[in-house]
Structures are given as structure tokens and as C-alpha cells.
């Protein structure tokens, strides 16, 4: 990865002068992958912030409770918050980064990051944290978006699947790195250890702040301004042939309305309507029927991925082992830290079969699995729950090993395929904010279930929490089926065109003449 990095600042990039292309110094088209392999890994680098608080969270919270003396709700409340206070984030974040770009948004949500976790972690009270999580929020919100946004803009089409999901990959590694600090900080006394799991969360946002300065913008964002000439610099290191970056920039300047016989490096985009203004009225005024279709999909997939409990499991993961019998602080952290194992292991593998076995493959099986798993889980959690003072073997094993298969089948599919899907699905112009609102939603029904987690397994019981879950997969399931259509392979700026009629079977073919043919099956 090193090597990669040092290739992101150092290789030589062609350029367009006067409508011709010139090589004057050309890299080998192997190491073009590997820019764009760089690229993605550095964006989604932000994603480690969110994980981070994530697991951290999860075992902090047994310190705070004890050292603030904290109620079940002011808990929490405190354990959800920081997903609630990240809708500010995700909700600018489409806007600054259509104004600033993609590329210093980034900068901007590890600044915000950077600050919370110094605030959490020099914490003395309740009000002082809740602050620090405000701050910490709204960088989480900017990263949230920004993170598959820039990267499904710079990768090729037939690795965007794979560079797309690196987003998750990285929630999922700060969320291992999360439950190991845990682990080791747990050893501090009280009042210690969980400033110190909280406030090491700042040191990735200097490492993102640094790692930043080897990116390059966006290409497609640097069409929207007009900069052709440096749009295509960037797609030249990230395509697999010269043919293909000019092809890719001939897409791009086509779904922004730049005629393609313009060739100069700096133009004014005609009518280009700049920093999202007219944006929200195509999108949720005076939606196409495509758009409507696209935006209800990112909206379902979103709500979907937290609705089904993943959080509820992310964060409670000692409290629900607790539930299943393992009685000592230790076990209960060390069990978490296989949850991370896991997790982190299964996001590997999604990835790197996303764009082999497609979208829908994959979001089908996992939502599948998902729910096998939960109804297991709660059905175990409730035979545990009505037998008090009685150790069931088997059914704190089968606990334990569905609360592993859940997090598993969710990581294969619904984790890393929510970020792809809705990354690329959307109309260059209305990607940022399109992408947002899939974001504010998803971090709405995060927060909602981990402000209420602990009220719904008191009221429910905690197996009836899961089975809850479990209903709620199914009805995803279903969602998925009937009205997501598959992507792998298209292009993003023919993305539309597979969308508008409210089912998953519509498709697209493109004659030989390039006329473009749409067929119902």
C-alpha cells in the first residue's frame, strides 16, 4: 500500500491541449489500477472515524456509565447521538462539496473529527461529552457522503464496485480497531480508560489530513467547473487505456451538457447551475420518473441496512453477550472483539466478489442470511431470557454464533452494497445531494436505534428486539427482489436508463449504431 501511495504523488500525468491528447510521459496502464486503488483506499480512510466511534463505544460505554454514573437512557441516548448530531454533516455535505469539492470536504469532515475526539476525551462530565459528539457528528456526517461519492467518481466502471465498497471495508477495520482499544484500555482505571479510547480517535484524522494532499479532485466534479484539461489528467491515471479515459470524459461531459467538440483545458460550463442550486427541485419537486425511482431505491436500501439491528449489535455487542451468559467484563470484550474479526473479514470477501456476482446477487443472499440469523438469535435470546438461574449450553452457543453469522451475512452484502449501489446510481448533477439524503436517512435510523436499543429490549424483551429485526429483513428482502435493478458493468453516466419503471426487471441494450434500445422483460 506504501508503494501505492508514493505511485498517487509521484507518476507523470498526460494532459489535453487544443482538443489533442499528448503522451508525453506515459505510465504503465498496470499502475494506472493501482493509482486509482490509492485513491479510494485514501478517501476511505474517513470511514475508519465512524467505525472507530463505533466499536470504541461499545465498551467505553461500560466505563462511562460507571465512572459518570449514568442512567440506561441518558446511555443511550449518548451511545445513538452521535448519528443523529451527523445529519448536520450529511445534510451540508453535498452542497460544500459541489463548492469546495470532493476532495477538501474530506479535509473538512477529519477537522471536525480531529476536534470531538480531543473534546470526548478531555470529557468531565455529561454535558462536556454530548459536546464533543456534536463536533464529532458533523464530521462523520461529511465523511459518511463524501467518502463512496469521490470514489465511485474516480474509479473505472469495471472496478467500481470494488473501489466503492472500500468505504465499508474501512468502517469496519475502525471498528475492530475500536473493540482491540477497548480491550487495552480496559486494563486503566476507570476514570482513564475511556478518555483514552475515545481521544486516540483523533489520531486517523491526522494521518487522512496528511494522506489527502496525494489525491486528486474528482474528475467529474472538475467538468462541473469547467476543467477539462485537469478532469482529464485525472481519468488518464485512473483508466486502463487512453481510449478509455477520452471515452469516460465524453460521458461525463455529456450528462453535464458540455458539447463534446469543446475541447479547450477551461471552459464556462453553459447554464451550469453551481453549488446545487435548482439541484433539490429536480430531485424531490419535479422528479423524472427515473429519478423518483433511483431515489426511492437509495432511500429503501438505506433504511433497510439499519433497520435490520446491525447497530443494535455494533454497539450493544457486550450487553447482548451479557444476555447470553457470559457474566465476566473480559469475556464479554474479548467475544466483541470477534464480532470486529469477523466482520472485518466478511467485508473483504463482499468486496472482492461485488462486481463478479453483481449487486443484487449479493444484497439477496445477505438479507437472506440476515434474517435466518436474527430469528435464530432471538429465539435463542428468549429461551435464555425464560429460564433464568438455568446455564442452557446450547443456547448460549447458539447466541453467541448467530449474533457471528449475522454480522457476517450483513457484511457480505448489505454493508458494503448500500454504499456501491447508492454511490452510482444517481445523475452526475444530483449525485452529491442525492447521496446525501441516502446518508441523512441512513445515520437517522442508526441513531434511532441506538438511542433506543436498551427502552425496546426492556419493553419487548431483547429476543423480541431481534425477532422485531428479523420482520424487518424480511420486508427488505422483498424491496430488494421486486425493485432494485442490477448495475455491475454500467456506466455511470447510463445509470438512468436502467431506472423508471419501479420494478427490478428493466434493461438496458445499446445498438451497434449506439442508438439506445430499452426493453421490459
Known sequence: MVHALFLCVTMSSSGIEKGVVTTEVEAPRGNRSRFAFACAILASMTSIILGYDIGVMSGAAIFIKEDLKLSDVQLEILMGILNIYSLVGS????????????????????AFFFCGA???????NYPFIMVGRFVAGIGVGYAMMIAPVYTAEVAPATSRGFLSSFPEIFINIGILLGYVSNYFFSKLPVHL?????????????VCLAIGVLAMPESPRWLVLQGRLGDAFKVLDKTSNTKEEAISRLNDIKRAAGIPEDITDDVIVVPNRKSAGKGVWKDLLVRPTPAVRHILIACLGIHFSQQASGIDAVVLYSPSIFQKAGLKSKNDQLLATVAVGVVKTLFIVVGTCVVDRFGRRALLLTSIGGMFLSLTALGTSLTVIDRNPGQTLKWAIGLS???VMTFVATFSIGAGPVTWVYCSEIFPVRLRAQGASLGVMLNRLMSGIIGMTFLSLSKGLTIGGAFLLFAGVAAAAWVFFFTFLPETRGMPLEEMESLFGSYTANKKKNVTEEGTEVVEEH
Open 91 to 110: 445534510g451540508a455535505a453535498g452542497r460544500t462539496s459541489d463548492w469546495i469539492g470532493r476532495r477538501y470536504t474530506i479535509v473538512l469532515a477529519g
Open 118 to 124: 480531543l473534546l470526548m476525551g478531555f470529557a468531565t
Open 193 to 205: 480508560g475511556w478518555r483514552f479510547m475515545l481521544g486516540v480517535g483523533s489520531i486517523p484524522s
Open 400 to 402: 453467541v454464533t448467530t
